[in-house]
């Protein structure tokens, strides 16, 4: 029988629940429409005074230093309100200035005027469905958007079949990816580019703040978001990992110009004087107009590709026309580089991909196809470390075009009679011609023959 003492104690202590479970409800919410947070303890960031603010000790609403944990959501919380893309401007970090705004202009467009078109603007890092054919692809949009999204793409392929521990490296486990699966593996590959780029010592991350910190003037034009920039220096790899995935909704949410925020971060972590060294006479500045748009020139690609804005494809340096010095790529990459364009010419040596990018350490290749980007990848890690793999191996290919609804599956054969084979092909289908990626294949591998399992060929 219950002591008439214990009830009122047994009734404090269901109250006492009660208050701390409502307490922490709040809590959650309060985060979430103040997100003063930067999920990182082992990073220094600056406030606007320039005083050292740790980064695991961000300022609440009033100000005062707020204690490491504090308000602080696990990331298996159950709350599914989205995070805004657009973050206080106390979260701690510092603002950009007008020199820096200035700077970061003309190194992509070489001037202070010129603002990115709307197909810029609205691009951001978005997967395809999780648990489907497609769950390991991004969504990609057209011009030098895309071009950034399939050379992120080409990464997140690395990820998953080769660097990420603990899971099947198989084409089956690529289509088995949950939404968290997808959002660890965009936070992972996102922090190993820009720490690639900060030449693994410091990656710098802009996010957009409420606060304009730059005020458009006759030479520098504003566009809205770049004045707005908080930069963040961390020099952890796995700490930049976190920080990322706690601001992930900053990179792949809906007009939070997330391929943008991708871009400076990237140059901003490579840094301006590292930059001014690695472009040379041909490549003044990152991007090129192109039909109302911009495109990437290859120095972007080769930064996300292999952690250097090398200005060309081929291995080392080259002498040009003029005699001046260009700029290569100095080693092999974890990722390749593959082109073929209907228009280039075999004895233009300084548009021939070199060894270094044709041949990289793991079998994933960015492919630049008349122009479209693309991502080519085998699941074998052997297959380019192993001369008996190369006789007969598998490849799939990813389009980003909206009608592939899954990636296409080929088989490679490099030792058969490609003639003949050509020679029956041509015997039931007239007049056909090899496709655009057959091409670009055949220049990696010279007299491969292509199976396409059953698939019109296309691109």
Known sequence: VMEPSDEPQNSQGLDLEEITRKILFLDKWREIFSYHRLGTNNTTSQNHEGDRVSAGETEDGTGRPQ???????????????????????????????????????????????????????????????????LAFTLQVGKGGVRSIQMAVQGSIIKYLLFTRKGKDCNFLSLCRLSKLDQDHTLAAVLAGTLWAAGAAQKATICLIAED????????????????????????????TEKFIYDHLQCFKGEGCHGVILFLYSLIFSRTFERLQKELDVSTTHLLQPNAGGFLCRQAVLNLILTGRASPHIFNGCQKGKSQEILHGVLTRSDIGYLQW??????????????????????PVWLCNINGNYSVLFSTNRQLLSDWKVERLFDLYFYSGQPAQKKPAHLTIDTHSHHWESVQHEDEHRPGRRFSPLEMVIRTKWRDATINWNGSVPFF
């Open 341 to 362: 364009g209907k228009d280039t010419s075999e004895d233009d040596r300084l548009s021939q991909v070199g060894s270094m990018l044709k041949t990289p350490k793991l």
């Open 67 to 133: 204690p490491k944990g504090q308000g602080h959501l696990p990331s298996s919380s159950l709350c599914s309100v989205p995070k805004p893309s657009i973050i206080s401007s106390k979260s701690g970090g510092f603002p950009v200035s007008l020199a820096m705004a200035t700077k970061l202009r003309q190194t992509l467009f070489g001037n202070t005027i010129q603002v990115f078109s709307s197909d810029w603007t609205k691009a951001y890092f978005q997967f395809h469905e999780p648990f489907s054919d």
């Open 212 to 239: 304009t910190y730059v005020a458009p003037t006759p030479g520098y034009s504003g566009d809205g978001f770049s004045e707005r920039l908080q930069l963040f220096e961390l020099s952890d790899k796995e700490a």
